[in-house]
């Protein structure tokens, strides 16, 4: 760990700094309030009931009563100024740490699943915001009360406050050992909890296979495990509190019973008063019982410190390639990509070997080879969500490690193979690229594609639903390809989707998706016969080597892997 | 409420801009992506000022009441004490006596803040105990016939989704140990009858039999064991290789796995895995390509033997040389049990012994595919232009 989480928590945002040093002024001016009651209550205590002057206790109950008054305003006003900064806080940690993801190169989203990454921004937030809505709140006061109430005692009497603090340094060891305790079970609660989550999320969206077979009571007997240990856990918290709070107790009426040992004496001598007797109980207490209050926000501390450690390892990724590379080529050259020797590796294997070619401006290629051959390695590189280990690619001339990222983007267009539409109508996708911009009817009109989407009742109005549910598979990946087609990038890399098209349904799909390909110079990974047909050149690759880059008539006579893969292709005929 | 609400919508948001962050990436919009995370984020900012602010306005009362009893006692404590009615002794105590009340105060406002969403919490959790499942065993259940072969037969069966009409007096006879492929276009059915034989769904009226024996008259669990599926979606456990392929058979012998997944392909890649059948797979386990987990999906279908097998598309993952890899395989386990395919793809369907054609949630026809394809017009044109464009 670099630095102390809750100091780092603290500094990342620096805009409340400055509210949250306000509301602790104003919860620090209510605390002096509270402990101006005991001393009022205790003069009219000495100078009221014991001399037999009710006005005079008259006067002080008044008094008390406007410090209360003052009090309700000063409470409220500081629990909401505190509630305000834990709420920015939130606020701005969920803005920070989105943006910061957003910025992440494409490898992170490769290695993290996307759900945890959701979850980050959610459930994990969750403790943070609980500990932001009540939490912060609720410490802050217990410790200015205890401060308080310790300068009071003080104030009252040195003597027996020192008395009476004798017993503290024995609570101090109970309350170290009781935090050992609390954050080992509170890490068991934690990992628990999780295990009983994903063994009912398995046990959910797996129920059809568990059902169909017959294996229920194996999964529940597992889920009854976990879910044991997890009663285990939380009844080891349970216990923990158990024997930390009689301990507190035991310490406080301790400490009472002192005070009054000896303050008996000293009233009897006369150095004391009963008022200042009944005042210094008071202070005892309001020193006592803000501890309860801590312990018991001890865990929700504990788990907005685990949230904010998240937030930071998210933080602490760097985008690497967002930052290398500054130049914009110029697009006019006709070598649009080049490949010279590329070696490439995600880690552990090598999954591209000594791979070269180049791609000419307008050129329609597909690439093709089985599973694990390195097709998408190729087009993520010419995307460049990766750079390549050894060797180079270029891009107009220029190596993509000098390129900006900047410029990548608003030059190669990308349809990934699961077609991914947001929510909103087809237009909203269509113009995604540049929605201010796009004259999205013209440009159809030009691309002779505007009667397509007479096939919606609503057009191009047509919602489409979350990640695009209301349309078909193929009509995603066709809104989607046509997507980036009207960003008018340079290149476009298309990942033709696998899964099993309607066929009857479809046809006309594909024959538009024929159409769009001429647009410009696309790299698709191929897996249709008829995309294959189509292209001018053909990459074929075998484990991460390329073995052949001709047109289909060539590469049909003289290149055995593209004749062993046709062959399969064409089963068909 | 509304707080929830808002929390839910920048979940979905962000569930968006992360599940489609390579195209917000591909296009460069991250700028675009986050200003509408952060307008989902404002809004929870929004609502909760207003729950803050409501908040904040009672929860110092409840700091107060204490207080304003100590007021109280000072009050009628002093004149009592002053005009000899109660000890000095007996006052201070009841001063000290007010400690006692604010903590148990404290709790308490807590909790009965806590009861509108306990109670609310409560009524769902009541209301999914209240489901009964519809779909149960009968009261004197029937055996399956030793020696049946798996012969299949369906008679006016229909069967709705909602208010959709899946099947419509479907009747359908298929003979024991033949291997069958149903094709149809998409929405005709074809995965619905994978869902009714085991009794995932209940059909309507009408009735399913297998040798004979009406699928309501047997145990589900006799049911299921003798009606296997394996589906495009394979979903696997976060368990060991070995417990996903022995899924409902906890006695099958490392052996039988092993053959299992010999015949699913599957052998050669799990031995190489960092623990073999040992090696946890599923979501947080060792990272598995489709194709690999439907095999696996693949091998624990056919390691229980069944009767009946269900393959609903089930190797569309798989790459082509390897498909034919495991056809060649499963024609040998094929002979023994009857199996349904679930496919358009030719190569596959010429496999078969005969073909059935679903279509308006009847069958069309069921024969070879040569015959169907002379006879049959619009199972005909389904492959015309599936012949150049399919894989």
């Known amino acids: ?573 | 409420m509304r707080v929830k609400e808002a929390e839910a919508n920048m979940t979905t948001e962000v569930e968006e801009q992360l599940g489609g962050i390579r195209v917000v990436k591909a296009f460069g919009n991250e700028e675009q992506a986050s200003n509408r995370v952060e307008g989902a984020v404002q809004k929870i900012y929004d609502t909760s000022l207003g729950y803050l602010k409501l908040r904040t306005r009672f929860v110092p009362l409840f700091e107060l009441i204490p207080m304003v009893i100590t007021l109280a006692v000072l009050l009628l404590g002093g004149y009592l004490t002053i005009n000899n009615f109660l000890s000095l002794g007996e006052f201070i105590a009841f001063t000290q006596y007010v400690f006692l009340l604010i903590w148990p105060l404290r709790i308490t406002a807590w909790f009965l803040s806590e009861i509108p969403s306990s109670v609310a919490a409560g009524n769902r959790i009541l209301e999914l105990l209240n489901e009964t499942p519809t779909i149960t065993d009968d009261e004197s259940p029937n055996e399956l016939p030793e020696d049946g072969d798996g012969s299949l037969k369906f008679s006016k069966v229909n069967f709705k989704y909602g208010n959709e009409k899946i099947f419509d007096d479907l009747t359908l006879e298929i003979q024991g140990k033949k291997t069958v492929a149903i094709v149809g276009s998409t929405g005709s059915g074809k995965s619905t009858l994978a869902y009714l034989l085991p009794r995932l769904y209940e059909i309507e009226s009408g009735s399913i039999e297998i040798d004979g024996v009406n699928i309501k008259n047997l145990r589900l669990s006799d049911l299921r064991s003798n009606v296997s599926l394996a589906f495009e979606e394979s979903f696997l456990f976060s368990n060991t290789a070995r417990e996903n392929i022995s899924l409902g058979l906890e006695d099958a012998s490392q052996e039988d796995i092993e053959d299992a997944a010999l015949i699913a392909r599957a052998h050669d890649f799990i031995s190489q895995l960092p623990e073999s059948y040992e090696t946890k797979v599923g979501e947080r386990g060792y990272g598995l390509s489709g194709g690999q987990r439907q095999r696996i999906a693949l091998a624990r279908a056919i390691l229980r033997k069944p009767r009946v097998l269900i393959l609903d598309d089930a190797l569309s993952a798989v790459d082509a040389s390897t498909e034919e890899e495991i056809r060649n395989e499963l024609n040998q386990v094929m002979s023994n049990m009857t199996t349904l395919i679930i496919t358009n793809r030719v190569p596959t369907i010429e496999l078969c012994d005969e073909v059935v054609f679903l279509e308006n949630g009847k069958v069309k026809a069921q024969g070879k595919h040569q015959e169907l394809m002379e006879s049959v017009d619009t199972y005909k044109s389904l492959f015309l232009e599936n012949e150049n464009s399919e894989i």
């Open chain 1, 1 to 573: 760990m670099k630095e102390n989480t809750f100091i780092r928590s603290f500094k990342l945002v620096p805009e409340v700094h400055r509210p949250f040093f306000f509301a602790s002024m104003i919860a620090m001016v209510g605390t002096g309030v509270r402990m101006i009651g005991p001393q009022l209550i205790s003069r009219g205590i000495d100078n009221g009931v014991m001399q037999y002057d009710y006005q005079y206790l008259l006067i002080q109950c008044l008094f008390y009563f406007l410090t209360l008054v003052v009090l309700y305003f000063l409470t409220s006003k500081a629990l909401l100024s505190i509630g305000l900064v834990g709420e920015s806080y939130v606020k701005s940690i969920r803005e920070k740490l989105f943006r910061h993801m957003s910025s992440l190169d494409i490898n992170y989203f490769e290695k993290n699943k996307t759900g945890v990454l959701v979850a980050r921004m959610t459930s994990d937030m969750q403790s943070l915001n609980e500990f932001a809505r009540e939490g912060a709140s609720s410490i802050l006061t217990s410790l200015l009360t205890i401060f308080g109430a310790t300068i009071a005692v003080f104030l009252v009497d040195v003597q027996l406050s020192l008395l009476s603090f004798l017993i503290l340094p024995l609570l101090g060891i109970a309350t170290k050992i009781f935090r050992n305790h609390a954050d080992k079970t509170y890490w068991s609660v934690r990992e628990w909890i999780g295990q009983v989550l994903s063994s009912l999320q398995e046990g959910i969206s797996g129920v059809r296979i568990i059902q169909a077979y017959a294996d229920e009571s194996k999964q529940l007997k597992r889920f009854k495990e976990v879910n044991n240990e997890h009663l285990k856990a939380n009844m080891q918290s349970a216990k923990n509190i158990a024997i930390y709070f009689p301990f507190l107790e035991i310490t406080r009426v301790t400490s009472i019973a002192v005070v009054i040992w000896f303050a008996a004496a000293r009233i009897e001598q006369g150095t004391l008063t009963v008022g200042e007797l009944v005042a210094l109980l008071f202070y005892l207490n309001y020193f006592f019982d803000p501890l309860i209050q801590l312990s018991f926000n001890y865990d929700l501390l504990r788990s907005a410190g685990s949230s904010m450690k998240k937030v930071f390892s998210i933080l602490d990724e760097e985008p690497v390639l967002s930052k290398t590379g500054t130049l914009s080529p110029e697009v006019d050259s006709n070598n649009v990509i080049k490949f010279e020797n590329v070696e490439f590796s995600y880690g552990r294997e090598t999954v591209l070997h000594d791979v070269s070619f180049s791609i000419d401006r307008g050129e329609k290629i597909a690439i093709v080879g089985e599973t694990g051959a390195g097709k998408s390695t190729i087009a993520k590189l010419i995307l460049r969500f990766y750079l390549p280990n050894k060797g180079d690619v270029k891009f107009y001339g220029e190596s993509s490690k000098d390129i900006s990222q900047k410029w990548a983007r608003k030059n190669i267009a990308y349809v990934p193979q699961e077609s991914f539409l947001f929510r909103g109508s087809i237009r909203d996708n269509l113009i995604y690229s540049n929605p201010e911009k796009i004259d999205l009817k013209s440009e159809l009109e030009n691309i002779g594609l505007i009667d397509w989407f007479e096939r919606y009742e609503n057009g191009l109005e047509q919602d489409v639903g979350e990640r695009g549910a209301n349309v078909s598979a193929g009509e995603r990946q066709f809104i989607a390809l046509l997507r980036a087609v009207l960003a008018k990038r340079q290149i476009i890399v298309f990942d033709e989707a696998t899964a099993n098209l309607d066929i009857e349904s479809e046809s006309s799909i594909l024959d538009a998706t024929d159409t769009l390909l001429d647009y410009q110079t696309s790299v698709v990974i191929a897996h249709r016969l008829e995309t294959i047909l189509n292209a001018e050149k053909i990459l074929v690759m075998s484990e991460g080597k390329l073995v052949g880059f001709d047109n289909h008539e060539t590469l049909l006579v003289n290149n055995e892997t593209y004749q062993q893969l046709f062959s399969a292709w064409n089963l068909v005929n």
